[in-house]
């Protein structure tokens, strides 16, 4: 059962924009904090961005003012949309949902979808 389902990903020249979708059950969209990874080749996995399920939005400093996480709430869809692109910004971007419940913590992650910049 595929909890979690990413689209969009693609190459781009440098200064260019994309949108990734990420297409999650009811429940995980609706309980779950739900966030963009991603992974460069030989480098550890790092945190984008969050949305909680109040919708309230983070960013880690390199993607501050290009990247903006949003949900369309009626087809339980996160949305990663990334502007002003970077060659830094190529990696396997991951959707993530995560939350504490009353049988422990639980996580989930997307299938990854590729990211690539390049001239």
């Known amino acids: 059962q595929v909890q979690l389902a990413e689209s969009g990903g693609g190459e781009v020249q440098p200064g260019g924009s994309l949108r990734l979708s990420c297409a999650a059950s009811d429940v995980i969209f609706r309980f779950y904090t739900m966030a963009w990874y991603r992974q460069a080749p030989g480098k550890q996995r790092e945190l984008v961005a969050t949305m909680t399920s109040g919708g309230t939005e983070t960013y880690t400093g390199s993607v501050r003012g290009r990247f903006t996480i949003s949900r369309d709430t009626a087809k339980n869809t996160l949305f990663l949309e990334m502007a002003s692109l970077k060659p830094e910004d190529t990696a396997i971007y991951y959707c993530?949902?995560?939350?504490?419940?009353?049988?422990?913590?639980?996580?989930?992650w997307g299938q990854g979808t590729q990211v690539t910049v390049s001239s």
């Open positions: 993530n949902a995560d939350a504490m419940t009353k049988l422990g913590r639980s996580t989930f």
